[in-house]
């Protein structure tokens, strides 16, 4: 079970917070009331696909691996990082989780219950249009992953296109380029992808051949090289 925070830490968390600037809610003086902080251990499920949405979350700390199951394979969809808020549309509908959340690393989340959630934006309609936003975001990305896969997109570039979007949200910057010290496996690559563990391996091995990527230490690293490709098809 994950650890809950004492009552008398409310007051200080938001406050003492690390994405303050950053969070959808850092307007709302409620938000701190009605929410508990629960720390998650490394590789721990905070909830199923399918089960009944009865929570939001916002990533407080760590990384989250979300993945769909489907009756014939997994498929990974994102990972979700400080700042994302989990649930919100499931909660809005009034449906079940798509997909399921599992912690890759010690993680911070911070819980609000279904009924305190939409009595909060009913109350804050400044927090609502951030949720929208939020969600506007979200969509766009998995139209774009659409857009690949139905306009035929190589593998290879669609791989590029994943260390890119880790790099941009949680990549640490040094000489060698941008470091990804997050737990990611082939596994989860090839699951991102839709592809077998084997071919994805092929394809990392070509990418790190031609320069674009490397692996220090267990991590990978999006190379100069790799971040200017990125730059150079944003150009296009």
């Given at each position: 079970?994950?650890?809950r925070?004492g009552?008398t830490?409310?007051?200080?968390?938001?406050?003492?917070?690390n994405?303050?600037?950053?969070c959808?809610?850092?307007?709302?003086?409620?938000f701190?009331?009605?929410a508990?902080?629960?720390?998650?251990?490394?590789?721990?499920?905070?909830?199923?696909q399918?089960?009944?949405?009865?929570?939001?979350?916002?990533?407080?700390?760590?990384?989250?691996?979300?993945?769909?199951h489907a009756?014939?394979?997994?498929?990974?969809?994102?990972l979700?990082?400080?700042?994302t808020?989990?649930?919100?549309?499931?909660?809005?509908?009034?449906?079940s989780?798509?997909?399921t959340?599992?912690?890759?690393?010690?993680?911070?989340?911070?819980?609000?219950?279904?009924?305190?959630?939409?009595a909060?934006?009913q109350?804050n309609?400044?927090?609502?249009?951030?949720?929208?936003?939020?969600?506007?975001?979200r969509?766009?990305k998995?139209?774009?992953?659409?857009?690949?896969?139905a306009?035929?997109?190589?593998?290879?570039?669609?791989?590029?296109?994943?260390?890119h979007?880790i790099?941009?949200?949680?990549?640490?910057?040094d000489?060698?380029?941008?470091?990804?010290?997050?737990?990611?496996?082939?596994?989860?690559?090839?699951?991102r992808?839709g592809?077998?563990?084997?071919?994805?391996?092929?394809?990392?091995?070509?990418l790190?051949?031609?320069?674009?990527?490397?692996?220090?230490?267990?991590?990978?690293?999006?190379?100069?090289?790799g971040?200017?490709?990125?730059?150079a098809?944003?150009?296009?």
């Amino acid at each position: 079970m994950p650890k809950r925070s004492g009552a008398t830490a409310v007051a200080a968390r938001c406050t003492n917070c690390n994405i303050w600037d950053a969070c959808a809610f850092s307007s709302s003086p409620e938000f701190p009331a009605i929410a508990e902080e629960r720390y998650y251990s490394s590789g721990y499920t905070v909830y199923k696909q399918r089960q009944k949405a009865d929570y939001v979350y916002l990533v407080r700390e760590g990384w989250l691996e979300l993945s769909h199951h489907a009756s014939t394979a997994r498929s990974m969809t994102e990972l979700a990082g400080p700042g994302t808020i989990l649930g919100l549309v499931e909660v809005m509908t009034g449906t079940s989780f798509s997909v399921t959340a599992r912690t890759m690393g010690n993680s911070v989340l911070e819980v609000v219950g279904a009924p305190q959630f939409q009595a909060l934006l009913q109350e804050n309609p400044s927090i609502a249009l951030k949720m929208s936003i939020s969600l506007s975001r979200r969509l766009q990305k998995t139209m774009h992953s659409f857009y690949d896969m139905a306009g035929r997109v190589s593998a290879r570039r669609r791989l590029m296109r994943v260390f890119h979007e880790i790099a941009e949200s949680c990549g640490i910057p040094d000489r060698t380029g941008i470091r990804i010290e997050l737990p990611i496996t082939v596994q989860i690559l090839a699951d991102r992808l839709g592809c077998s563990r084997q071919y994805t391996s092929k394809l990392i091995g070509n990418l790190k051949q031609k320069g674009f990527i490397d692996r220090k230490n267990g991590w990978f690293v999006v190379t100069p090289k790799g971040l200017n490709l990125r730059r150079a098809n944003n150009g296009r």
